[in-house]
């Protein structure tokens, strides 16, 4: 079986890498979500008009990792106590966000997301927004993958 989580870090780019290196992530597809126009392309998403973030799509395996395990990912490669920017990159579409698919998987974010706040290893409370997902906008071809296209360029 093969199972979906959303997340919104920042730049797809990189976290599409990061999640990529998950040992039983089946795949990882770039793309937009949480906005109010349909079929966005990237252009429209960096107008910073339409609501969408830029998001990693996974399909993993439950039986080589868990939805725990992609939350931990999720937490390390990014300030998730940034609201609406990440390093250099600023907008709503470079917001923390994690696309709940069920009711487990909102538990257990809201779980992870308290959790974190309460361990004192951040500065600043957690911002990262927990939401019902909605539908998945995959991105251009030529976002796909991008960091591999392009070595160095996401770190």
């Known amino acids: 079986m ?16 990061s999640f990529r290196k998950v040992l039983g992530v089946v795949d990882v597809a770039v793309g937009y979500m949480g906005g109010t126009l349909k079929n966005p ?3 429209d998403v960096c ?3 339409t609501g ?20 931990k990912t999720f937490w ?16 709503t579409q470079y917001r923390s966000v994690i696309f709940y698919h069920t009711e487990e998987q909102k538990r257990e974010a809201e779980k992870s997301k308290t959790e974190l706040d309460a361990s004192g290893k951040l500065k600043k409370p957690v911002a990262t927004a927990i939401e019902p997902a909605l539908t998945f906008w995959r991105a251009e071809e030529y976002h796909q993958r991008y960091s591999e296209k392009h070595p160095g360029i996401c770190k």
Do not use: R
């Open 76 to 91: 390390s490669i990014h300030d998730p106590t940034e609201v609406n920017m990440q390093g250099l990159d600023v907008g």
């Open 52 to 71: 969408h973030a830029e998001v990693v799509e996974v399909l993993y395996n439950p039986e080589k990792v868990s939805y725990e395990e992609l939350l």
């Open 41 to 43: 392309t990237y252009e």
């Open 47 to 49: 107008t910073d008009a």
């Open 2 to 17: 093969i199972v979906k989580a959303t997340f919104g870090a920042g730049c797809f780019w990189g976290v599409e890498a």
